[in-house]
């Protein structure tokens, strides 16, 4: 009776409050007319669809429209082309690099300049670059908080020397070049020091983050080499943007007297942060060290000191950036407390906002604009004086230190790198009318060229000292029975762990497991990686502990996941493989039930159909491009787990197909042996029955462990024997074969190992 009487209410109401509306609207409408409003003949004989056309116009340049159009195409243009450089080897803030000049006058503008003019119209432009000025202003804070100070006070003495070479050394060139070419280049009104100064520091600068990544991405990051470059490129940083602020004031200024007075209050401000600012934010950084009780007003107060060194900086006269910078230095050193707060920025500035300053630059840089020999040849120049300067100078100073010609040749091309870093200075220089749009451009390119020869650089000192090279593969005995487990979730390395221990529990003296773990290098930096790489390992060594079993831990930040797997697999001496699967973005969407793409195979008819018509999308019927590329490439046996739910392995059901699935009475074997695990032999095909040799072999198993193997047939494949064991061993082949086949035991197997030999 309630239900009823709520069903009256509703309709009642809802009925009664539309027709009200309805009435008020025609009301209104007469209002209209009483009021007389002129409406333009036009606009009254137009069409309903030429209004909407009309307003769909209006809608589309409106300036918020127009900027998050350009935020979209901006993202999805930069993650192309960095995901593209990071196939090649390279870091993606090139790829991000080169997005902008794709999007800017020199490729989209030249080409396509109807569209290039509807995507980034000249009134856009300001919001574009307030827009990334924001980004900058964060990513820069990060990198402040990235600066470890204590490596710095740990190696003073090396740092200090090899980075302040590499600074005075290309400085010096770029002052002699500036002095060359100041007649023909500098623009009308700039007088020489503040055109030879910025020259001279567009030649110093290093990109701290990118090296830290290279780094990272080499392995080079817990080396005595590793450290030495960090510590240089984090005192060449410092150095660096405390020369640029004075330059800075020395150009406003108009002359070193006049900005002699910005020196001294940009003194102050460093002062005034370091020995007040500084010791306030640490004790709140020591009460406030957790994700739990960094509440947000806490963290507002660190983003209102951020906000106001910015601001600071910028009234004071030596740019915004400095200042975010220096908030990012004075934060508190707690480690805890600097990763959960990059972590919190990171992604933001990253992946948001940061790419709206390369394509801001890519804007401004007129590569068309190098239209002669000689502007082409005086690019090369730029170019030649930024390598050899920055090059030599860390390569020299290296040495004197006391590394070897491999450790200083190396240091030598990681300072060379200059990234994101020289975009930032240039673009400032551009901003103050110091450089010309014609050296803008060549110093874009200079700075593309500088950081992309990095790369190719280190792999060449590699090669030339091949016999100094360091493996970066474990070292394992040959005498053993060695198994790789890549893992990408801790739970599934958890559980592969499990797997590995029943292939082998005892016989645990001659077994060597190795869990491997990648992660991408420009997702870690300096803070997180340690403390990311013992949570992704805690559950691998709780599982180890338990089951007696050790392992060895492996982690490696990566560039190319994928590859990185089938190289340590290839390369590295191992036996077997193991690798869980990875799920579809789509998988438990609408889609993806549409599709069938899960992880398992839910319908075997859809699922074959599936495979059918869109075979570039399922390949296998059920693995990602991860999965099928490592099994395509890995030379050495592979096992692909599909997890439902796995918990022990104590029965497991083997599907033959033909004869060449005897491979997997090795498997078997050790199940058998090592875990006493329970074996259901499914004869799907006849093929131990017809197999003389094979039957025998599976005799012979009976033997020596009996009542622990057993063959039955297709008839009872069915959901209440499946549901009852713990883990299907499958082959590759005879996996595609039961999807082409569309058997109907599919939709009903527990978790699932296919095995490649």
């Given amino acids: 009776m309630r239900r009823y009487k709520d069903l009256v209410f509703y309709v009642v109401s809802i009925g009664g409050f539309s027709l009200l509306i309805y009435l008020l609207i025609i009301q209104g409408a007469n209002l209209e007319f009483a009021k007389k409003v002129k409406i333009d003949h036009a606009e009254i004989s137009g069409s309903a669809w030429d209004h909407f056309i009309d307003s769909l116009k209006h809608n589309f340049s409106y300036p918020l429209a127009t900027l998050l159009l350009q935020i979209i195409t901006i993202i999805l243009v930069a993650r192309c082309f960095g995901y593209l450089c990071r196939k090649i080897g390279q870091p993606s803030v090139i790829g991000e690099i080169i997005a902008g000049i794709v999007l800017g006058p020199s490729l989209l503008g030249a080409y396509f300049p109807d569209f290039s003019a509807i995507l980034f119209p000249a009134s856009s432009l300001g919001n574009l670059g307030l827009m990334s000025q924001i980004g900058l202003i964060l990513f820069m804070f990060v990198v402040g908080m990235e600066l470890d100070l204590g490596i710095l006070r740990n190696k003073a003495h090396e740092a200090v020397v090899v980075s302040h070479a590499s600074i005075i050394f290309p400085f010096t060139l770029g002052v002699a070049l500036a002095y060359f070419i100041y007649q023909d280049t500098a623009p009308e009104g700039i007088n020489f020091i503040s055109y030879a100064l910025f020259i001279g520091i567009s030649m110093s600068i290093t990109a701290f983050p990118v090296l830290a990544r290279i780094v990272q991405e080499r392995g080079l990051s817990k080396t005595k080499l590793g450290a030495m470059a960090i510590t240089c490129a984090a005192a060449d940083d410092i150095t660096a943007w405390c020369i640029l602020a004075a330059v800075i004031a020395i150009v406003k200024a108009g002359s070193l007297a006049s900005a002699l007075y910005t020196i001294l209050l940009s003194v102050a401000y460093v002062v005034l942060m370091l020995k007040f600012v500084r010791p306030f934010l640490k004790r709140i ?56 707060f990059i972590e919190k920025v990171e992604d933001l500035a990253l992946v948001l906002l940061l790419p709206l300053f390369f394509v801001f630059t890519g804007l401004r840089t007129q590569i068309g604009l190098l239209n002669e020999p000689g502007l082409w040849g005086l690019c090369a120049i730029f170019i030649a004086v930024a390598v050899i300067g920055k090059f030599a100078g860390s390569a020299i100073a290296a040495r004197f230190v006391g590394q070897s010609w491999k450790g200083s040749l190396t ?268 074996i259901y032999i499914m004869d799907l095909a006849g093929v131990i029955r017809q197999n003389v040799e094979f039957k025998e072999a599976v005799r012979a198993i009976d033997v020596v462990a009996s009542h622990h193997i057993s063959v ?25 074969k039961a999807v082409e086949t569309r058997s109907v035991w599919l939709a009903e197997t527990p978790s699932v190992l296919i095995l490649k030999p």
Wanted: hydrophobic fraction near 45%; avoid cysteine; charge should be neutral.
């Fill in 285 to 340: 950084g020591d009460l406030y060290s957790t994700k739990e009780s960094l509440s947000k007003p806490i963290v507002g107060i660190f983003f209102i000191t951020l906000l106001l060194s910015s601001w600071s900086t910028e009234v004071i006269g030596i740019h915004a950036l400095f200042g975010a910078f220096m908030a990012g230095v004075i934060m508190p050193a707690n480690i805890n407390f600097r990763n959960i």
């Fill in 411 to 678: 240091i030598g091309a990681l300072m060379n790198t200059r990234g994101l870093m020289e975009l930032v200075a240039l673009n400032i220089g551009y901003d103050l009318g110091v450089l010309s749009p014609e050296v803008f451009a060549m110093l874009v390119l200079m700075a593309l060229i500088t950081t992309f020869m990095t790369g190719p650089s280190l792999a060449f000192i590699n090669h030339f000292f091949k016999e100094q090279k360091e493996e970066s593969f474990p070292t394992l005995q040959v005498d053993k029975y060695n198994i790789l487990i890549a893992f990408g979730s801790p739970l599934t390395g958890r559980l592969l762990v499990r797997l590995a221990n029943s292939l082998t529990r005892k016989t645990k003296d001659t077994v060597s497991v190795t869990a491997l773990h990648l992660s991408l290098a420009n997702e870690l930096n300096q803070f997180n990686a340690f403390e990311y790489e013992k949570e992704s390992f805690a559950p691998i060594q709780l599982e180890s502990k338990e089951l007696g079993q050790p392992v060895v831990s492996l982690f490696k930040p990566s560039d190319n996941i994928d590859d990185d797997i089938i190289e340590t697999a290839n390369r590295g001496e191992f036996d077997l493989l193991l690798v869980g699967i990875g799920k579809s973005v789509f998988e438990g969407t609408l889609l993806g039930r549409i599709l069938g793409l899960t992880s398992t195979v839910v319908n075997p008819e859809k699922l074959y159909e599936t495979f059918k018509t869109k075979g570039s999308l399922l390949s296998f019927g059920v693995f990602d491009e991860r999965t099928k590329h490592i099994l395509k490439h890995a030379k050495i046996p592979t096992g692909i787990l599909i997890d439902k739910q796995l918990r022990e392995i104590k029965e497991v059901v083997v599907p033959i197909f033909s004869l060449s699935d005897s491979f997997l009475l090795i498997y078997i074997q050790k199940l058998i042996q090592n875990g006493g695990v329970k």
């Fill in 712 to 736: 039955v047939d297709e008839r009872t494949m069915n959901k209440a024997f499946l549901s009852q064991k713990d883990l299907l061993l499958v082959s590759l082949d005879s996996w595609k």
